[in-house]
Every structure is written in structure tokens, then in C-alpha cells.
């Protein structure tokens, strides 16, 4: 029998290294010893979420050299959404061990997630080329001491960005997915937004990309791998329209202590 | 790759065979690195000026943490010495040193992340080789070769985050 290929999105990569323990446990089985693929969307997608957080939280602290200024600055950052500020709370938390660790420490510790992060996320996992050929997914990061840096802004304008071209060419999968958004009120706005972008892609560069994420990730995965993802409500339905085998992996809900 | 390189490896490769007759797995790992990994690496640093003692007995240990490897409780305990010497170590680093603590930091990770019972020996191997290099004036580039070294063995060279992936979905 031939071995199945698992393709990933970003909720799996990250779960099976930053997951509970259970969610590891979970993934680790229903994984077993499957080929395993991502896109480089699902990379790009990886740097502007968690390594971006990881080099911001980086910056504070070279910049404070106090855990509990920089604990604070996050927690009431004016501009940064209340998700952020939870990603990135809870990543301080785990680096400084609640905050008992030095300084310095912290900051040692931090630099070594930046360096070691895409070689402790994606060392057994192929990458595929993504259709939108995103050029931020071939970022890399740059140590400017004491700070790093990785470009992670979508302009717009990049040449190499081929979303517009992708999705026209998708445009009848994309439709599937659209009709079968329909009766969900939870997916109003991403109906809405499909509901423009049909016949006129180009309006999705940009910010507007990150909407369409999940299918971007969906329809990267080539014919007759199965796509894994935590994120079951939202990949289920997507895979289902488009006719594609997915595995969702479930974790258990529940607000973290401390 | 030049003649004094060439001799170089052939040192480096005979020394670990030497010491893994029955695991050739780091073997394995230490013949595939790179070149400019080697010539950095091949010599082993004595560049340990302010910390002499530590540095003794933190490679006395990884020496009682070898030779107790097939007992699974001195194991643990040597493991867990290991770890409280680092710690010691890493207490007195400061950021002058950045890549220095980095790399200490990277060794002790890579100790909590794995549990004793669950460590190879070709790890401990690597363990070694990346402490026998550690140096006080280390360079960045050096840091992050090591990394990459412990991350081939098979460690998790990175502080553990348990339970954060779920916020990004």
C-alpha cells in the first residue's frame, strides 16, 4: 500500500511543537508516519504570526531590560489587538518562566526561538510551492545586534506576487467554496469578501490575502493528499467543497492558567 | 577541500570513532557536516578564561553521564547534575557574552526538552561536542552552527511553550 502524503496547515505545524501535550499526542497518531507537505503560504503565515511575535517581544526586551516594564507594555499596548497581546503574553510567560528568569536570560532564549525556528518547525516536513508564489514567504531573518528583523508587510506592489493570476485561474473552485459558505451565517464575512473578489481577484492583495488563508492553504494541497488542521470548522467545510480528504484534529478547549 | 582540512577531518572522524564503536550515529552526523562547520569546530576551544572550574566540571560530568548511561537512575541523576551546572554557569553569564549564554541556554533547553529516559547516546555525544566548543568570545555564526547541530542530533535546542500554538489559530 502506498504511503499517504499528510499536507499541514499552520495550525498543525505549530500545534505539533507548541501544542499540548495531548494535542502533540493526538498529532503524533493520527500522523503516524505519513509523508508530510506544507505550503510555503502556511510559512509565510508561520513568520508573520508567531516569529514576528517572538522578534517583537525580542525588541522590547533588549530595548527595557526590565521583565516587568515589558510585561506591561504588552499587556497595555495601545495598538496591538487583544489577540496579539495574548500570543505574546503567553510566550513571555514560557521565556522568562513566569517572569523568574533574568533579563538576559530571556533575551538568550528568545534569540535561540528566532534562529532555531523554522529548523524546530519544518525539519520532516516538505515544502510545496504556493500558486500565489508569496516572495515573503522566502524572507529571511536578519540580525541587525541587538535586534532582529524579518519583512513581513504586504505592500501591495510586490512583482512576484502571483495571487491575482491564482485565483483566476481557481475561480471555479473558489465559487464551489463560496455557494457552500452560504448557509453559514458564522461566514459572513468571508462571503462577502468572496462575493466581491469573484471575477475581480485582484481586490484580495494585499492585507486582504490574509482572508483568504485557509483556502489559499486548501487549494495549494495537490490531488489526493489529505489536509490535517486544528482549525476543523473552517477547513471542513472549504475542503469539503472542494472534494478534498481532510483530517481535523481536535484540541481541547480551555483558557490557560497563569 | 584543502589537504590540512582534509587531515583535519580525518583526526576529528578517527576521535569519535573511537568513541562510538557501538553507536555510529553521531559518526554519521559529524562526517556529514560541513566544511566551514569543521574548520570552525575541529580544534577544541580552551577559550574558557573566567570560567575554568565550571568548565571542568561540566566536562567531568557529561564523562559520569556517559559512562552511567546504561544505568537508568545514575542516568537521571547525572543528567540532572548536568543541567544544575549549567545553570550555575549560565547564573554567572552575562550580556557581554550574548552568544556565549545563548549557547548555554541552548544546552539546557535541550536537556528539558528531552527527559533522561528518553535521551539517546549519540545525543549525549552531541551534547558533548557542542559544550567541548562552547568558548567564552564564541561568534554568533558559531552559535548557530551548534544549534544546528543539536537540532540534527535529534534535541530541541529552544525553551519549551506548552499549549501556545492554539492562540494562532
Known amino acids: 500500500m502506498p504511503q499517504q502524503n499528510a499536507f499541514l496547515d499552520t495550525t498543525v505545524i505549530l500545534s505539533k511543537e507548541f501544542g499540548s501535550r495531548h494535542i502533540k499526542d493526538e498529532i503524533e497518531k493520527s500522523l503516524g508516519n505519513k509523508k508530510k507537505f506544507t505550503t510555503k503560504y502556511a510559512c509565510m503565515e508561520i513568520n508573520r504570526t508567531f516569529l514576528k511575535d517572538a522578534i517583537f517581544l525580542h525588541s522590547l526586551l533588549v530595548e527595557e531590560m526590565d521583565l516587568s516594564v515589558v510585561f506591561k507594555r504588552v499587556q497595555f499596548h495601545p495598538k496591538i489587538s487583544q489577540r496579539i497581546t495574548n500570543r505574546c503574553l503567553d510566550i513571555l510567560s514560557q521565556i522568562t518562566d513566569k517572569g523568574q528568569l533574568r533579563?538576559?536570560?530571556?533575551?538568550?532564549?528568545?534569540?535561540?526561538?528566532?534562529?532555531?525556528?523554522?529548523?524546530?518547525?519544518?525539519?520532516?516536513?516538505?515544502?510545496?510551492?504556493?500558486?500565489?508564489?508569496?516572495?515573503?514567504?522566502?524572507?529571511?531573518?536578519?540580525?541587525?545586534?541587538?535586534?532582529?528583523?524579518?519583512?513581513?508587510?504586504?505592500?501591495?506592489?510586490?512583482?512576484?506576487?502571483?495571487?491575482?493570476?491564482?485565483?483566476?485561474?481557481?475561480?471555479?473552485?473558489?465559487?464551489?467554496?463560496?455557494s457552500s459558505l452560504a448557509s453559514d451565517e458564522s461566514f459572513g464575512t468571508l462571503y462577502d469578501f468572496l462575493s466581491k473578489m469573484i471575477g475581480n481577484e485582484k481586490i484580495a492583495k494585499g492585507r486582504n490575502c490574509q482572508k483568504l488563508g485557509d483556502i489559499i492553504i486548501c487549494l495549494d494541497s495537490p490531488n489526493g493528499y489529505t489536509i490535517y488542521s486544528t482549525n476543523i470548522k473552517d477547513f471542513a467545510i472549504i475542503c469539503k467543497s472542494l472534494g478534498k480528504p481532510f483530517i481535523g484534529i481536535k484540541v481541547p478547549r480551555k483558557e490557560k492558567s497563569g | 577541500m584543502s589537504e590540512a582540512l582534509r587531515k583535519i577531518r580525518r583526526v576529528v572522524i578517527t576521535r569519535i570513532e573511537a568513541t562510538c564503536e557501538e553507536d555510529t550515529s553521531l559518526f554519521k552526523m559529524l562526517r556529514e557536516l560541513p566544511e566551514e562547520v569543521l574548520r570552525t569546530h575541529s580544534v577544541a576551544s580552551t577559550e574558557f578564561p573566567h570560567f575554568t572550574q565550571e568548565r571542568e566540571n561540566i566536562a567531568e560530568c557529561i564523562q559520569e553521564l556517559k559512562q552511567s548511561f546504561d544505568d537508568p537512575e545514575d542516568r537521571q541523576i547525572f543528567y540532572s547534575k548536568l543541567r544544575t551546572l549549567l545553570v550555575d554557569l549560565r547564573d554567572k553569564v552575562g550580556l557581554d557574552r550574548l552568544y556565549f549564554l545563548r549557547a548555554i541556554n541552548m544546552c539546557i533547553d535541550a536537556l528539558e526538552n528531552t527527559k533522561s529516559e528518553l535521551i539517546e547516546s549519540n545525543q549525549v555525544e552531541a551534547l558533548e561536542f557542542v559544550l567541548r566548543q562552547m568558548r567564552e568570545r564564541i561568534e554568533e555564526f558559531e552559535v548557530n552552527q551548534l544549534q544546528e547541530i543539536l537540532f540534527n542530533a535529534g534535541l530541541k535546542p529552544i525553551p519549551k511553550l506548552e499549549e501556545t500554538a492554539f492562540l494562532y489559530e
Open chain 1, 103 to 178: 533579563v538576559e536570560d530571556s533575551i538568550a532564549r528568545l534569540a535561540n526561538l528566532i534562529t532555531g525556528l523554522r529548523k524546530a518547525l519544518l525539519s520532516d516536513i516538505s515544502i510545496i510551492l504556493s500558486g500565489t508564489d508569496c516572495p515573503l514567504a522566502d524572507e529571511n531573518i536578519v540580525h541587525i545586534p541587538p535586534i532582529y528583523i524579518i519583512e513581513t508587510r504586504c505592500t501591495r506592489n510586490l512583482p512576484e506576487c502571483r495571487i491575482v493570476e491564482f485565483l483566476e485561474e481557481k475561480r471555479d473552485e473558489i465559487r464551489k467554496i463560496w
